[in-house]
T-cell receptor
């Protein structure tokens, strides 16, 4: 069974440019998460979806970040415009439900120059 | 940013020794999970303990949960060099907020 797929794996952009990350969760997983992880720290939840509904986006900087999960399957996270401080690893995870074991993708390492 | 508390931040032991790391949280939880992250690799789920459970085992892993102290411990027995990684707890808070918060992590180095 395929795991959580993320693309791209690496992205280097200049500040003020837009960037988008894509995630395809494990088939049948209703819950999808986007996390941000800075070096040496634990992941921080940006947004959690239950099917196509964003049920927790309290930590998403909505002035520049947006996300969507059309049809309740794959998801896209966008940053526009990117800032230097957005350099981090962006992780996608999925689970059967919000209190279940989460399966993580390999992440996208974003570098903003 | 919201980060849970874990201690120690770093731990270095010899192969064969036991490693214990702790996680504290603030309010009532639904469950608590532990994850491992090897250098340059993704996060892998280790064990989940529910709020009505006090202890769980999985192979060389033992997790305890003390809801009165709002804390959990992960014990790795007979450690191996391959256990070298960062370990994170994830607390699932109950109630209307339903927040999921990772700890800052414990970096474990197991020397051969």
């Amino acid at each position: 069974e395929a795991g959580v797929v993320q693309s791209p794996r690496y992205k280097i952009i200049e500040k003020k440019q837009p960037v988008a990350f894509w995630c395809n969760p494990i088939s049948g997983h209703n819950t999808l998460y986007w996390y941000l992880q800075n070096l040496g720290q634990g992941p921080e939840l940006l947004i959690r979806y239950e099917n196509e509904e964003a049920v927790d986006d309290s930590q998403l900087p909505k002035d520049r970040f947006s996300a969507e999960r059309l049809k309740g399957v794959d998801s896209t996270l966008k940053i526009q415009p990117a800032e230097l401080g957005d350099s981090a690893v962006y992780l996608c995870a999925s689970s059967l439900g919000p209190w279940n074991e989460q399966f993580f993708g390999p992440g996208t390492r974003l570098t903003v120059l | 940013s919201q980060q849970g508390e874990e201690d120690p931040q770093a731990l270095s032991i010899q192969e064969g020794e036991n490693a214990t790391m702790n996680c504290s949280y603030k309010t009532s939880i639904n469950n608590l999970q532990w994850y491992r992250q090897n250098s340059g690799r993704g996060l892998v789920h280790l064990i989940l303990i529910r709020s009505n459970e006090r202890e769980k085992h999985s192979g060389r892993l033992r997790v305890t949960l003390d809801t009165s102290k709002k804390s959990s411990s992960l014990l790795i027995t007979a450690s191996r060099a391959a256990d070298t990684a960062s370990y994170f707890c994830l607390t699932g808070y109950s109630g209307n907020t339903g927040k999921l918060i990772f700890g800052q992590g414990t970096t474990l180095q197991v020397k051969p």
